[in-house]
């Protein structure tokens, strides 16, 4: 396991060789996810008509260890809406941040709404 989670703007960013993608490279290698960012990857890729085996591929590509969503990580997600709602986070991101919070790793996304979010979690823009 690498010591950062990502976040789906962050993995997308890779996908489409965006700035910032060599940052992700460095650090994609185990790095932590939640399954809702799998979803979300997926749901991105599918949404573009990418065939099944390469979404495959390009998940395992990134060798990502992933952590369930489970049922206290789904409550502590939703509390969070409270601190984020006005920076319209997704519930992956709310995933990704209880994530940070519990394992006390920090968090790379390609997002800027993360900027100044004070939780406590050493959020790393890639731009």
């Known amino acids: 396991m690498n010591e950062i989670i990502l976040d789906t703007s962050a993995i997308v960013a890779v996908i489409n060789r965006e700035p910032g993608a060599d940052l992700v490279l460095e650090v994609a290698g185990g790095a932590v996810v939640s399954t809702l960012v799998v979803a979300e990857v997926v749901s991105w890729l599918a949404l573009r008509n990418t065939p099944a085996g390469e979404v495959y591929r390009t998940i395992e590509d990134f ?9 206290a990580r789904a409550i502590a997600a939703g509390f969070l809406i409270t601190k984020t709602r006005r920076r319209g986070l997704s519930l992956a991101d709310r995933a990704c941040l209880t994530l940070a919070i519990e394992l006390g790793l920090p968090v790379m996304t390609g997002d800027r709404a993360w900027r100044d979010i004070d939780l406590g979690v050493d959020v790393r823009l890639i731009r």
């Open 63 to 71: 060798r990502l260890a992933v952590e369930p969503f489970h049922h």
